[in-house]
C-alpha cells in the first residue's frame, strides 16, 4: 500500500507541472463541451484530435484523450438533465429522472446531485485502477500467445454479449472488423492482403480514417436525416446544492452505482453506457416504491451517473495492464499509445511510470477540474446548446478533415473516410453498431499474430489452447458467457435492461 | 430500399451485405497460400474469417427471408450524398488550391445536405472557418498544408 501510495506522490509530481496540468484541463473542459452537445461523442472527438497530439509527449497527449472521455460523462449529464436530450450515450437513463426533476424546478438539485456522484465515483474508480492495476500486469507476464489468443476471445465475446441489440449483429460487426484488420502487408510473409495493389494500404487501413468515418461522418450523415431538434426550454436551474433529506436519500444510490460502475469498466466489452442502464434498472429494483421512477426521483439521477463515471475510469484497466480494449473509446486510446510509439500490454507500468501513474494522478485532478467546471460553470454551457446543428455539423466536418489529412499529409485517408462513412450510415440503417466492428479492427492483427504464434510453438496443434492453464479458464469462461446469453430466461432479462 | 415483399427487410439486406463484402474478400484473396495449422500461410486466417463472416451473412438472409422483421427506415439520399461530396471536394482541393479555398468549397457543398438551409449564414460562417484554421492549424500548429493555390 506504501507503495502504491510513493507511486502516486510521483505520478502528481508528473501532473502538476504546467504543461500537463493545462492539458488535462483543455481535456476536461473539451470533454464537458462534447459531453452538452448532443451528436458529438467522444470517439469522434479522440479520433478528432489524435493527430493535433502529435506534437505532445505521449504522457501528455494520453492525459488529455483521458480527460476527454470522463469529462464527457459529466457533460453528458447537464443536457439530459435540461433538455431532455442525453449529450452522451451514456447519460441517456440519467434524462429519464434528471428532466423531470428539471421540470419540477429542481434542476439545479439534480445537476449537483449528478457531478457529486459523479466526482465521487471518479476518485473511487481511479482508486482502483491504482490499486488494481500493477497486481494485474504482474500476473499478465506470465502470459504467452496461447493466454493472449484466448483473453482476445474472452474480449470479443463479453463485448458481443453487452453489445445492445441483436447478438448476431454483433457477431458479424467483430468479424468484418477483425478482416478489415487484415488489410495491409502480412507480417511473417510479406505479401500484399485486400491492398487492390495501393501502397497507401501497404501499412493497414488508417486507423483515424475508419474511426471517423464510423462515428463522425456516419453520426453526422444520421443526424442530419432525423433533423436535430432542440429548444432550450427549462428556464430557472434553481438551487444548486441539494437539501440534506435528498442527499441521504441518494447515499446508498451512489455507492451502488459506482460499484456496479466500476465492474462494468473492468470488464471486456461492458464501459459506460451499460454501466449506466444496469444502474439505473437496479435501483429500480431495490428501490421501494418504484414507481417513484420515471417522475423524479433523484437516485435515477445518482446512480447511472456515479456508474458511468466509474466505469470511465476502470475501463483503462484492461488497456494498461492487458493491453486489451474494452471499448471503442480504449481501442482509439489504444491507437493513440501506437502512434506515439507504445505498445499497450503488461509492461506499460514498469517500462512507462510517469504515464500510469502521472495519468492516474491526471484523474483525481481532472475530476476536481470537472466538478467546478460543470457547477459553478453551468450557465455558460447551456448557452452553447444554443448553436444550431446546420452549423456545428459543418465545424464538424472541417476538423475533421484537416485531422485526418494531417496524419500523413495525404489527401488518400479521407477517400478512405468517405468509404467509411457511407459504411457506417448503412450499418446503423441496418441495426448494426459499429463499436465492435472498431474492437475487431484493433484486435485483429494482434489475434492473427498470437494464434499463428502460438500454433508454431504447439506444430499445429489447436488443443494448445486448451492445454495451458490461465488459457483454458479464459475459454471456459467465453463459453459461459456464451451460454448465458443464448438461454432464454436471460437473454429476456437483457433485452429488459436495454429496453429501459 | 424500402421494400414489403421481403418480410425481415433489415436481417435481409444487412445479411446481403455482409454476403457481398465476404465473397469479395474471398476472392481477393484466393491467390494468397492458405498453408496448413502448423505452418499458416498469410491467407489462412483472412479466409477463416471471411468463411464465417459469409456463413453469418447467409443466415441472416435466410432469416429475412422466413421470419418476419423490422423493415428499413426509409433512406434520405441528400445528407449522405453531399457530405461524401464535401469530404471527397476538400481531398481534391486541399493539395491543389490550399487550405482555405477547400474549407470553403466542402462548406458550401455540406450546406446542400442539410434540410434547413440558410445558404448566406453557412458560407460566412465557411469563409470564417477558412480563417480561423488557417491561423489555428497552419500558423499556430504547423500543420504543413497550402494556404494558397
Same mark, same amino acid.
Given at each position: 500500500m506504501i507503495d502504491v501510495f510513493s507511486l502516486l506522490g510521483h505520478g502528481f509530481l508528473v501532473v502538476l507541472t504546467p504543461t500537463n496540468l493545462f492539458f488535462c484541463l483543455v481535456g476536461a473542459v473539451l470533454g464537458t463541451l462534447i459531453g452538452v +452537445?448532443? =451528436? +458529438? %461523442?467522444p470517439v469522434a472527438t479522440i479520433s478528432l484530435l489524435l493527430p493535433a497530439t502529435f506534437a505532445l509527449e505521449p504522457t501528455t497527449a494520453i492525459i488529455m484523450l483521458a480527460g476527454i472521455y470522463y469529462g464527457a460523462q459529466y457533460g453528458g449529464s447537464t443536457t439530459a438533465i435540461l433538455v431532455?436530450?442525453? %449529450?452522451?450515450?451514456?447519460?441517456v437513463v440519467t434524462a429519464l429522472d434528471g428532466y423531470k426533476m428539471a421540470q419540477q424546478g429542481r434542476a439545479g438539485e439534480a445537476l449537483a446531485i449528478a457531478a457529486i456522484g459523479s466526482f465521487l465515483a471518479g476518485c473511487f474508480g481511479t482508486v482502483v485502477v491504482a490499486v488494481a492495476g500493477p497486481p494485474l500486469a504482474g500476473f499478465a507476464q506470465r502470459f504467452a500467445s496461447p493466454e493472449y489468443f484466448s483473453l482476445m476471445v474472452l474480449g470479443l465475446i463479453s463485448a458481443i454479449v453487452l453489445a445492445n441489440g441483436s447478438v448476431i449483429r454483433a457477431i458479424a460487426m467483430i468479424l468484418l472488423g477483425l478482416l478489415i484488420g487484415m488489410? =495491409?502487408?502480412?507480417?511473417?510473409?510479406g505479401q500484399s492482403r485486400l491492398?487492390? %495493389?495501393?501502397?497507401? +494500404?501497404y501499412d493497414g487501413v488508417s486507423f483515424v480514417a475508419a474511426a471517423m468515418g464510423l462515428f463522425g461522418v456516419a453520426e453526422v450523415i444520421c443526424n442530419l436525416e432525423d433533423g436535430i431538434q432542440r429548444g432550450l426550454n427549462a428556464g430557472r436551474i434553481g438551487s444548486l446544492m441539494p437539501s440534506r433529506a435528498v442527499m441521504r436519500a441518494v447515499r446508498w444510490a451512489v455507492v451502488r452505482g459506482t460499484l456496479l460502475g466500476t465492474a462494468f469498466g473492468i470488464l471486456p466489452g461492458g464501459g459506460a453506457t451499460v454501466a449506466s442502464f444496469s444502474a439505473y434498472a437496479l435501483e429500480k429494483r431495490v428501490a421501494k416504491d418504484s414507481t417513484r421512477f420515471g417522475r423524479g426521483a433523484p437516485e435515477g439521477v445518482a446512480a447511472p451517473e456515479s456508474a458511468n463515471n466509474a466505469a470511465a475510469q476502470t475501463s483503462f484497466v484492461p488497456l494498461l495492464t492487458l493491453g486489451i480494449p474494452t471499448s471503442a473509446t480504449m481501442a482509439l486510446m489504444v491507437g493513440a499509445l501506437i502512434l506515439h510509439g507504445i505498445t499497450p500490454g503488461p509492461t506499460v507500468i514498469t517500462r512507462q511510470p510517469d504515464l500510469f501513474w502521472g495519468l492516474i494522478a491526471s484523474m483525481f485532478v481532472g475530476n476536481v477540474m470537472l466538478i467546478i467546471i460543470n457547477l459553478p460553470m453551468i450557465g455558460i454551457w447551456v448557452r452553447l446548446l444554443l448553436v444550431p446543428y446546420r452549423l456545428l455539423f459543418l465545424l464538424i466536418l472541417v476538423i475533421s478533415s484537416i485531422g485526418i489529412y494531417s496524419v500523413n499529409n495525404s489527401p488518400f485517408d479521407l477517400y478512405l473516410t468517405i468509404g467509411f462513412g457511407i459504411l457506417g450510415y448503412l450499418l446503423r440503417k441496418l441495426d448494426a453498431e459499429p463499436a465492435p466492428l472498431l474492437m475487431g479492427f484493433v484486435l485483429g492483427p494482434m489475434m492473427e499474430e498470437n494464434f499463428r504464434r502460438s500454433l508454431i510453438i504447439s506444430r499445429g496443434d489447436p488443443l494448445v489452447f486448451l492445454q495451458r492453464p490461465i488459457s483454458l479458464v479464459l475459454l471456459v469462461m467465453s463459453l459461459a458467457l456464451l451460454i448465458t446469453v443464448a438461454m432464454p430466461a436471460i437473454r429476456r432479462r437483457r433485452e429488459e435492461v436495454f429496453q429501459e | 430500399m424500402r421494400s414489403n415483399s421481403v418480410r425481415g427487410a433489415v436481417d435481409f439486406y444487412s445479411g446481403l451485405l455482409l454476403a457481398v463484402l465476404a465473397v469479395a474478400a474471398i476472392f481477393l484473396l484466393r491467390d494468397l497460400e492458405i498453408g496448413t495449422a502448423s505452418d499458416m500461410g498469410p491467407g489462412y486466417f483472412p479466409v477463416a474469417i471471411s468463411i464465417v463472416l459469409l456463413a453469418v451473412g447467409v443466415f441472416l438472409i435466410g432469416r429475412g427471408l422466413v421470419l418476419d422483421g423490422p423493415q428499413v427506415s426509409g433512406m434520405n439520399w441528400r445528407p449522405i450524398l453531399f457530405v461524401s461530396l464535401s469530404l471527397l471536394a476538400f481531398a481534391l482541393l486541399v493539395d491543389r488550391a490550399g487550405l482555405p479555398i477547400a474549407i470553403v468549397a466542402q462548406v458550401a457543398i455540406a450546406t446542400l445536405g442539410s434540410s434547413e438551409r440558410s445558404f448566406l449564414q453557412s458560407l460566412l460562417f465557411g469563409i470564417a472557418l477558412a480563417a480561423a484554421s488557417s491561423v489555428i492549424f497552419v500558423r499556430l500548429l504547423g500543420v504543413p498544408m497550402r494556404l494558397f493555390p
Open positions: +452537445l448532443p =451528436g +458529438l %461523442g431532455n436530450i442525453p %449529450g452522451e450515450s451514456t447519460s488489410v =495491409g502487408i502480412d507480417v511473417n510473409s491492398t487492390f %495493389g495501393m501502397p497507401e +494500404l | -
